[in-house]
């Protein structure tokens, strides 16, 4: 009966759009790039891919299965399949680890609404280079503007979160997609004409197999990860969203091919950009708010008009892939409280918000007035970034093929992958997926846990 009141994706598309909208986002553009420069370059990316086809496609595969199966919430999908079990208890857990994760998160979202404010002023042309670095330092350690931007982009995820999962995600994931696609693959064609640009291609694909150990693999899979969005949910409750006839093996591969795709084209926009100006390449913020603008300066000196459209364009196209990485996560908590606690939508959301709202404002008061208080030695935005994602994605990542390897019974596993057997292919290959889940998964995720944790 409730299965009745719930929306479904439009289609195949709309699901893939959804899903790579959550997976493309920052991790994209200020993390894999650099990681792939640092690990390797090719071959970095030769170890991402097997990573991503091993474990993440596994991993992620489970969750949708769990989300298909029970047509529910993180909370909900568990009492559904394992009635009167502790694991409903234990999905808490992934349902508090995207809440933490978006209060963050929305903190950079809202770094780069004001960086968008300041293209569109064309700041970057006026501001002497030397001061673009403590231009950022300075306007993070506010108290008032981050907390206003960070406002705004929260906002806005909960706006789209309102309109509901047809009229509110898949109409803005179905758009803002495809634009990112378009946005990125402008930046990238203009980039790779930049003076230099080849040394920045060099950087990120010169295949150095060499450097590949431990701690390459360990990045790979980490950022695999990371980039799928596996482990807090936010596939499972999409894949809630889907219906029975659609083929959970498709939506997976095409959202990672998505995914790596726009992780390439940004890479490669980044890098070109920011070695033609002769700049380090970092990770983190740092890439984007302060290296990015330096770039943005030096172009200016030779062509200011275009310098500035392409710091707009580049801002857009972070704040957009941002938001929709946002909505996502919110929507486990969403999804949370409209099945369980009977909410209206509205007010669900309106109740995420204000926790992540909450935590968010501590985290931006962290690079400021707050900045004393210390948890383990860091600060609550660096803590939040660090137990979610070296510890409860993990763990959440850990629970969800722990439970459709052993705890979910193996035909229900069976029906759900291969649509009742039904799909030829997936027929094929279900052992080999379901060993992966069982197995692999569980103790590859047991080792990347315990390496964040001792490194
Ligand atoms: N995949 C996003 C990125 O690469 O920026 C981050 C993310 C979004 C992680 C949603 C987890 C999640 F549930």
């Not at 898949?170 to 004409?193: A, G, M, R």
């Amino acid at each position: 009966m409730a299965e009745a009141r719930r929306e479904h994706f439009g289609g195949r598309l709309a699901i893939i759009m959804a899903m790579a909208g959550s997976a493309i986002g920052l991790g994209n553009i200020w993390r894999f790039p650099y990681l792939a420069g640092e690990h390797g370059g090719a071959a970095f990316i030769f170890v991402y891919i097997i990573a991503s086809i091993f474990l993440s496609m596994p991993i992620f595969l489970a969750e949708a299965i769990i989300g298909r199966r029970s047509h529910a919430n993180t909370y909900g999908a568990m009492e559904k399949l394992a009635p009167g079990t502790k694991w409903k208890w234990l999905s808490i857990l992934t349902i508090l680890a995207p809440l933490i994760i978006v209060s963050y998160y929305s903190v950079v979202g809202g770094w780069s609404i004001e960086y968008l404010v300041k293209s569109l002023a064309f700041s970057f042309n006026s501001t002497p280079k030397e001061e673009i670095t403590s231009m950022f330092a300075g306007f993070i350690s506010q108290p008032w503007m981050p907390i206003v931007c960070h406002t705004a982009f929260l906002g806005t995820c909960a706006v789209i979160l309102t309109a509901g999962v047809k009229s509110g995600i898949e109409k803005f994931s179905n758009w803002s997609v495809p634009i990112l696609f378009v946005l990125i693959l402008i930046i990238l064609v203009y980039s790779l004409t930049l003076p230099g640009a080849m040394e920045g291609v060099e950087y990120m694909i010169k295949p150095d197999f060499s450097k590949i150990d431990s701690e390459v693999i360990l990045a790979a899979m980490g950022q695999s990860f990371y980039s799928l969005s596996l482990g807090v949910g936010t596939i499972l409750v999409y894949s809630s969203y889907v219906s029975k006839n659609e083929n959970l093996l498709v939506s997976g591969f095409g959202t990672a091919i998505f995914d790596l795709m726009f992780a390439l084209m940004a890479g490669f926009a980044v890098m070109t950009a920011v070695f033609s100006a002769g700049v380090k390449p970092g990770a983190g913020p740092g890439l984007i708010f302060e290296s990015l603008p330096f770039v943005f300066a030096t172009m200016a000196e030779s062509a200011p008009v275009v310098s500035g459209v392409i710091s707009i364009l580049f801002f857009v196209t972070i704040l957009v892939s941002a938001l929709t990485s946002g909505v996502s996560l919110m929507e486990v908590g969403v999804a949370y409280l409209v099945e369980e606690k009977k909410m209206r939508r509205g007010v669900a959301t309106f109740t995420v918000f204000a926790g992540t709202w909450t935590l968010g404002c501590l985290c931006s008061l962290s690079f400021g007035p707050m900045n004393g208080f210390r948890i383990f030695g860091n600060s609550l935005f660096e803590f939040c970034d660090w137990i979610s994602s070296n510890f409860l994605m993990a763990i959440g990542a850990m629970l969800f093929s722990l439970f459709v390897g052993w705890k979910m019974k193996k035909s229900d596993v069976y029906d759900e992958f291969t649509n009742g057997g039904t799909l030829r292919f997936n027929v094929r290959c279900f052992k080999a997926v379901y060993f992966l889940v069982r197995y692999i998964a569980p103790l590859v995720i047991g080792i990347i846990f315990l390496s964040g944790l001792l490194l």
